[in-house]
């Protein structure tokens, strides 16, 4: 989310702070946002630095520009480079005006500034402002104009309110800051629902398949063929159910870092064979074939349960998000550094802007609530992090129409792992 003073403040009520500080102090003063573009009425353009604040056509103008010592361009650079700091940018010019622009900062971040008008600490001469507007290639008029709005302050005076105006850039920024949590707490709060309402529903399709498998024998005289027909569909969807339980107390284990891995030398192959028994059943329903290419030597250092799941989970996702008759591709490889496997498909495809977010917890919820559904309830959120606590990785190729290919690395040993924290 980008952080802009126009989203966080109202531009009335920062309308209605200048005219109030105008009509107390007698100071004109705008509010900009980062790049200077004034936010709030520009009362007197004249009355503004052209440097501090960006004018469009007809508006804030610096006398003496064009005949610095120092390039325009990069007298500009210099200046906007301040504009990004986070403190009082000091300016005085050639003309002997001394203008101050307090930054606005929301979690370190230069979001807009508050600028007092052009101030001189004595009367100006009008005649020299008029040389200085011709030395710039400008009418001498414009010269004088901008002299006759100046504001003439002593300089004890020009630090009060260079002081005030920084104080009210403070206020300014908690009162964005406040907006800023308060969006965000409700966005929260948002993808939380949608998070419930996803594991929710995920969690009804597989009651109602065992609650459906129990009403069937118990409404029918024993019969051996119903029986061996609902029964392994009643415990494949236990088995569902459990995967889902145990998938969303795990990740709430690894984020706190209270998961501990059991950590054994895996045979791979082994681990392999086993997911695919897992999922044969859904290959039979959606009438996938499975390609399987597992060749791997030695061991890994790893937990055999976690291990087994980032794989039944993978090809589960691949099965059940293909459309039916697909072509399902599982390849593992080892070599001395570790262990890298993949799990391929060819359905529809993930868009660019879901990539990311479908390994974060909250980000499937998003995704889900917006339309999209890429995965069964945070099996891939799931996948990042036991992947990531055996000090591996997961990433994802894909394209839209052709189907993705999700990668795993695992290590081959491993000196010491800890979980990974806070998603």
């Not at 101030?119 to 005649?127: F, K, M, Q, S, V």
């Amino acid at each position: 989310m980008e952080l802009t003073l126009r989203e966080l403040v109202p531009l009335d009520r920062m309308e209605q702070l200048r005219t109030q500080f105008e009509a107390v102090t007698g100071v004109r003063m705008v509010f900009t946002d980062a790049d200077g573009h004034p936010l709030t009425h520009v009362e007197e353009p004249l009355a503004f630095c052209g440097s501090l604040v960006r004018g469009n056509g007809n508006g804030t103008v610096c006398l003496r520009r064009k005949v610095w010592n120092v390039e325009e361009p990069e007298i500009e650079a210099t200046i906007r480079q301040q504009h990004a700091e986070v403190e009082p940018i000091p300016h005085r010019c050639r003309g002997g005006f001394r203008d101050t622009a307090a930054p606005i900062v929301v979690k370190g971040t230069v979001i807009g500034h508050v600028v007092f008008g052009r101030t001189l600490t004595e009367a100006p001469d009008i005649e020299r402002f008029r040389q200085l507007a011709v030395e710039g290639g400008m009418a001498p008029d414009l010269g004088e104009a901008v002299a006759r709005e100046a504001l003439v302050m002593r300089p004890e005076r020009v630090v009060q309110v260079a002081e005030l105006i920084r104080s009210l850039a403070n206020l300014l920024a908690t009162a964005a800051y406040d907006t800023l949590r308060a969006q965000q707490v409700m966005s929260l709060e948002a993808v939380r629902d949608s998070l419930i309402h996803m594991i929710v529903h995920d969690l009804r399709t597989p009651l109602t398949a065992i609650i459906g498998s129990l009403e069937t024998v118990e409404q029918t005289d024993y019969d051996r063929q119903v029986t061996e027909a609902v029964v392994p569909l009643a415990l494949t969807s236990s088995q569902e159910l459990l995967e889902m339980v145990n998938t969303l107390l795990d990740i709430n284990k690894m984020e706190s870092g209270a998961m501990k891995l059991n950590l054994t030398d895996v045979d791979f192959a082994e681990i392999a064979a086993e997911a695919v028994d897992r999922v044969e059943a859904l290959l039979t329903e959606y009438e996938h074939e499975l390609e399987t290419d597992v060749q791997v030597e030695g061991t890994v250092r790893a937990d055999a349960l976690l291990l087994r799941r980032i794989v039944v989970n993978l090809l589960g996702n691949a099965i059940k998000f293909t459309r039916p008759g697909g072509q399902i591709r599982f390849r593992a490889r080892t070599d001395a550094t570790g262990l890298t496997f993949s799990v391929e498909d060819n359905g529809p495809g993930i868009p660019p802007e879901d990539r990311d977010r479908i390994f974060e917890k909250f980000g499937q919820a998003q995704t889900r609530a917006e339309g999209r559904k890429h995965s069964t309830g945070l099996g891939l959120a799931f996948c990042k992090m036991a992947a990531q606590a055996h000090g591996g990785r997961i990433r994802l190729d894909s394209e839209l129409g052709r189907g993705s290919t999700f990668h795993v690395f695992i290590p081959r040993t491993q000196d010491q792992v800890s979980p990974p924290q806070g998603q």
